[in-house]
């Protein structure tokens, strides 16, 4: 069980977490999506699950203005 530095630590994260505005979600995933995330990360592609998972929703949900020269 983690101790109460470690508890008060994981506080004072989520609290910065919410202050700028992220919310915390916990979904289930299927099998090989989890598989597949942890092969990102273990082969260096993200550095976290958190990171690979953050990049996956904003290509899906978060529409970017296109790249145009003029």
């Not at 289930?28 to 942890?38: F, Q, S, V």
Request: hydrophobic share 35%; no cysteine.
């Amino acid at each position: 069980m983690a101790d109460a530095a470690s508890r008060k630590r994981a506080q004072r994260l989520r609290q910065t977490r919410r202050e700028r505005g992220d919310r915390e979600t916990n979904v289930w995933l299927p099998r090989e999506i989890g598989n597949a995330i942890d092969q990102a990360v273990e082969s260096g592609r993200y550095p976290s699950r958190q990171v690979a998972i953050t990049h996956a929703l904003e290509a899906a949900f978060v529409q970017k203005e296109p790249n145009t020269v003029t």
